[in-house]
Every structure is written in C-alpha cells, then in structure tokens.
C-alpha cells in the first residue's frame, strides 16, 4: 500500500527562509506608510540558495535531519547538491521582481518543496524513512 507523505514542514522552513533572508542583504523591508519594496527575482533567489543549507540543517530537529537521520555535514551536503536545480526550475517560473511577502512565501515554498522532493527522490531508503518518520 503506498502512503502518501507531507513535506510541508519542509515548505515551511523554506518561507522562513524569505524572512530570514531578506533583512541580512540589506534588502529594503516595507516602507513606514505601507508600500512594500520589491526584491528583484535573482536577488531572492541567490539568497535563498545560499541561506537554505544551512536553515534546513542547523536544526537537529529539522525534518531533514530527524527523519532522514542525517548528521549536520550530510544534511548540508544533500541541500546543497539539489538547491542548483531546484533553483533555476523555481525562478524560471517567477516574475521579474517579488512585490510582496506573499509572493516571497509562494516561491521560497515552492524551492523547499523542490529540494525535499529531489532529496526524497535520490535515495530510495529516505522515503522509508520519511513515513515511519510520520508514524511517530
């Protein structure tokens, strides 16, 4: 019987990753009178790929290091291998520029999604472990 498996917890530390990402470039934040400030695409998506090892993985308690029982350097390695990918298919699909918090959250969502489904997919063993993960 095939079960089907989340990996929303993953999508979600990919929103994170916009919070997180945006305010240490000296990315502009929305403006005091409620204008939001645009991040250009590749700029999103540079900081995405540089930031996502590292917020996916730090975390014992992250999804990738408990289900798929990976220590911090394996974890990092296995992000960092798939972001590339996944990357260039996410931002192919976005606009130009992001204009709001919301648009941020749909693509970095979209990203997380993309390196737990190539992760999950290059190990026959971690989609076992995924759903006993789930079980628990």
Do not use: D, H, W
């Amino acid at each position: 019987m095939t079960k089907t498996v989340s990996i929303r917890p993953l999508a979600s530390a990919a929103a994170l990753l916009l919070c997180l990402a945006v305010a240490p470039t000296g990315a502009q934040t929305p403006a005091p009178n409620g204008e939001n400030n645009k991040v250009p695409a590749e700029l999103f998506m540079q900081i995405m790929a540089t930031s996502a090892p590292k917020l996916l993985c730090n975390n014992e308690k992250s999804p990738l290091r408990r289900c798929l029982k990976l220590n911090l350097e394996k974890c990092m390695s296995e992000v960092s291998a798939v972001t590339p990918a996944c990357v260039k298919e996410v931002q192919a699909e976005m606009p130009p520029v992001l204009e709001s918090k919301e648009q941020g959250g749909l693509y970095g969502g979209k990203l997380g999604r993309c390196i737990a489904g190539k992760i999950l997919s290059s190990n026959p063993t971690y989609m076992q472990l995924v759903q006993n993960c789930n079980n628990n």
